[in-house]
């Protein structure tokens, strides 16, 4: 049977899904769109040439009560009447007659009209409320949104595909669901959810329908490569990451439905589904990102239970989407081998309704016992590679000093004017990015304009202005990367940039915040004279920002004039010693060429609050790509700090080891001139 599959997979090495988007390398030539128009996305933050000032709760509801607008509490959005419907069109996503059909976000202010899918921001209700333009199209509707001109490729992938169970094959039908793991999940659960397989790609195919009854709006094609011996599945979304918010299994929910179990795989709704018969949902992009224009359609449900994967990072996001749900109402599953991701419970005869009983409330008093820790420490013991974080894949050994990238820790860089601060760390957040980490960049002292196409270079390791008919292709795969950009530019006050970033954690689910650099919102803070004092206060914003949100906040500080002779050392960052102090890693970038020439760039690890490995290792600067990589050629690449009187090298292609004074001319002279 596995004969008819390229490569000749074994059951033992299928991998789990991942939610990738892949473009449509997936599909056959036949079914890929024509070139695509060409059109902007308004993913920008707000601009601050005219601030925007962030709504509170308490100002929503007064605005409400003042125009004697009634409304109801709910727990992530206000309900009240929506004035972009007509009587006629007073129901809501299940059919049901309604008055209160206009939700409004409690964090942002954004509405949506569930009636008309009519959605705008908080300054368009208000023109809506009084009178300003035309309130029917104040908002975006459905009908004029962008994603329709993919309804033509929708309706083409749809129509070609058909139902598992009609395949003409026995054995093409059974080696799908071998594929899938669909072994057991029967035809009568994959007609209930309308799922479909399309052969030429050997793929799953996943609708979204539209809750107002306005017919298919996109699919999600879920397909199986091979790579060597193993089988890789990948997701491609019409339309694009970005506007797919399928909450799929949602044309089954009842308005009756008080509970809710939400999957970050559409398989594992199935499985919920059919062995338990609950509501389940399978959120549009998995574990990465939780849109809050899917709230609305979550605000009916009491208690809702978060089943999203069987790895750490499926649990951080958990926690996460909890806070933007209303944690009181929330319930995690903890991943472990015996609660693997629902599919594989059912694969595995596991007791579903005993996993779902021991799901954990995400809400606890600030004061808790070791007791309510044990289970995630044990998690964390278990799993030391996923406690450590995200692995840079550009940087080997700064994978082999940090162990990875952590959420919630503060990131102090430094380096001497010139030496490319901004090219490396730009690459360095851009590794992350690609992985899947969101991330928002903040450059006060570049455009973003040249930020990113500095990053489009990187991105594509080439020259693009020397092959422009490649553009669109790299763009294209650059623009679905998770990644987003402040439009500030100068000066700017710590408070504007903190409720920006809470915003963009909020909205976009943000995981790494970069801020290129402090100095530049020196001069907006009026608390004090001395600039020491409002550094120290800005540092410790951001730790408590990243802290609080679990977000991860790499802050980009220029150092003290120190002698061009000297290396740069944890104490040369520009202040007090506040900001080495309150980071959990520095890093410093150690530029020689000023001095000997070119080729003398090392990254210094000077602090690591994770394990405590500190060191030095050398970059490699290649000017076409705007890259740094690791010397391909290199005995003695990485040294680790052994303790504060001394180096102590790595074991070279002798066996010996070395050890060298700190802070010696011989310590970096050591290292091989790439």
């Known amino acids: 049977m596995w004969a008819l599959l390229q490569g000749g997979y074994s059951l033992r090495t299928l991998l789990p899904l991942r939610g990738e988007w892949m473009g449509w390398r997936g599909l056959p030539r036949s079914l890929v769109p024509g070139p695509p128009r060409r059109r902007y996305r308004k993913e920008a933050l707000p601009a601050l040439d005219v601030p925007v000032l962030p709504i509170t709760t308490t100002e929503i509801r007064q605005y409400l009560r003042t125009h004697g607008i009634p409304f109801q509490d709910g727990h992530s959005c206000l309900r009240a009447p929506s004035p972009f419907a007509g009587a006629s069109h007073h129901k809501d996503h299940v059919g049901v007659a309604t008055s209160f059909n206009l939700f409004i976000d409690k964090t942002t202010g954004r509405f949506l009209c569930m009636a008309s899918l009519a959605e705008g921001s908080w300054e368009d209700f208000q023109a809506s ?58 035809d009568d659960t994959l007609k ?63 308005r009756r439905d008080v509970e809710v179990v939400l999957t970050s795989r ?72 015996q609660q693997p991701r629902p599919l594989e419970a059912l694969n595995r ?51 082999r000093l940090l ?43 570049i455009s973003n304009v040249r930020l990113a196409r500095v990053m489009l270079t990187q991105f594509a390791v080439a020259r693009l202005e020397e092959q422009l008919d490649k553009y669109d292709e790299w763009a294209d795969r650059f623009e679905d990367l998770p990644l987003y950009f402040m439009t500030f530019h100068g ?21 790494h915040v970069v801020i290129d650099n402090l100095q530049f919102m020196m001069g907006h803070e009026q608390l004090s ?21 679990s977000c991860h906040v790499t802050l980009v500080i220029h150092p003290r004039k120190e002698d061009d002779d000297k290396e740069l050392q944890t104490a040369s960052i520009f202040g007090s010693a506040k900001a080495s102090q309150e980071a959990d890693n520095v890093l410093i970038l150690q530029d ?12 210094q690890v000077s602090k690591n609050r994770f394990d405590g490995d500190v060191g030095v290792f050398p970059l490699e600067f290649n000017k076409s790509s705007l890259t740094f990589s690791v010397p391909p050629k290199s005995k003695t690449r990485l040294k680790k700090i052994k303790d504060d009187n001394g180096l102590v090298a790595k074991k070279s292609s002798s066996g010996k080891k070395g050890t060298v004074p700190q802070n010696s001319e011989m310590c970096l002279d050591q290292i091989p001139n790439p």
Not at 365 to 392: P, T, Y
Not at 496 to 505: L, R
Request: glycine share 8%; aromatic share 10%.
């Open 403 to 445: 162990k990875g990238h952590r959420k919630g820790e503060l990131t102090v860089f430094t380096g001497p004017t010139g030496s490319g601060k901004t090219t490396f760390i730009s690459e360095y957040a851009l590794d992350l990015c690609t992985q899947g980490v969101n991330t928002l960049w903040g450059s006060f002292e």
């Open 592 to 603: 020689r060429k000023l001095v000997t020439g070119p080729g003398k760039r090392y990254l």
């Open 266 to 337: 559409e398989l594992d709704s199935l499985a919920l589904n059919q062995s338990m018969g609950l509501p389940s949902l399978a959120l549009p992009r998995g574990i990465a990102c939780l849109p809050p224009a899917l709230l609305p359609y979550l605000e009916q449900f009491r208690r809702i239970v978060l089943w999203l994967g069987d790895d750490l990072r499926s649990w951080e996001a958990a926690k996460l989407f909890a806070r933007k749900l209303n944690p009181k109402r929330c319930s995690l599953v903890r991943p472990g081998d």
């Open 529 to 549: 004279t001395d600039r020491i004092a409002a550094q120290d206060y800005i540092v410790g914003a951001f730790r408590k920002f990243a802290t609080d949100n």
């Open 349 to 399: 005869g596991l007791n579903l309704s005993r996993i779902l009983r021991s799901a954990l409330p995400a809400w606890h008093k600030s004061i808790v016992s070791f007791r309510q820790l044990r289970e995630e420490v044990l998690g964390e013991l278990s799993n030391v590679e996923q406690a450590a974080g995200v692995r840079w894949s550009r940087f080997p050994d700064l994978n």
């Open 192 to 254: 209930r959810f309308s799922v479909r397989y399309l052969r030429p790609a050997r793929s799953l195919v996943f609708p979204w329908f539209s809750p107002v009854g306005l017919g298919l709006r996109g699919l999600k094609v879920v397909g199986a490569e091979g790579q060597g011996d193993q089988v890789h599945y990948v997701e491609t979304t019409i339309p694009r990451p970005g506007a797919y918010h399928n909450l799929f299994g949602l044309p089954l929910i009842n």
């Open 491 to 511: 000066q700017q006050s710590i408070r504007t940039v903190i409720d920006t970033m809470q915003h963009a954690v909020y909205v976009y689910d943000i995981c």
């Open 129 to 186: 409320v009084e009178g300003r333009g035309d309130a029917t199209k104040e908002g975006v509707l459905l009908s004029e949104a962008p994603e329709a001109v993919n309804s033509e490729e929708v309706r083409r992938i749809w129509d070609r595909a058909i139902p598992l169970w009609e395949l003409p094959d026995p054995q093409e039908a059974q080696l799908a669901r071998v594929m899938f793991g669909l072994s057991k999940v029967t």
